[in-house]
């Protein structure tokens, strides 16, 4: 059973920072492209950073690049999405998903291609 488990969300103060996991289950995250989406009360899911399965090459949203980095740790079969310098406006619910097909720089933000998805964590960034 493929299944992917987010977790390292939280509530933090503006300028701070999280690190989030995705950690894997049935498959190798590295035979997948694995995005980070994030969705706030009101407001649409948006891609927020992709890292693909067959380069490696890293996507990132405007609004985040720069101030999030996305890995991969094939030993410990996991996705981490480091946030750094966080804004109340970085306040979503995060998302992990996996993509069997390959994901491209104009393709990676489309939610439909993605196959599996986790069941989110919450990140609040207030003072």
């Known amino acids: 059973q493929l299944q992917l488990v987010e977790s390292g969300g939280g509530l933090v103060q503006p300028g701070g920072s999280l690190r989030l996991s995705c950690a894997a289950s049935g498959f190798t995250l590295d035979s997948r492209s694995i995005g980070w989406f994030r969705q706030a009360p009101g407001k649409e899911r948006e891609g927020v950073s992709c890292i693909t399965s067959s380069t490696g090459s890293t996507y990132y949203a405007d609004s985040v690049r720069g101030r999030f980095t996305v890995s991969r740790d094939n030993g410990k079969n996991t996705v981490y999405l480091q946030m750094n310098s966080l804004k109340p406006e970085d306040t979503a619910v995060y998302y992990c998903?996996?993509?069997?097909?390959?994901?491209?720089?104009?393709?990676?933000?489309?939610?439909?291609?993605?196959?599996?998805w986790g069941q989110g964590t919450q990140v609040t960034v207030s003072s």
């Open positions: 998903a996996a993509a069997q097909r390959p994901l491209f720089r104009f393709t990676w933000r489309t939610a439909e291609y993605y196959d599996y």
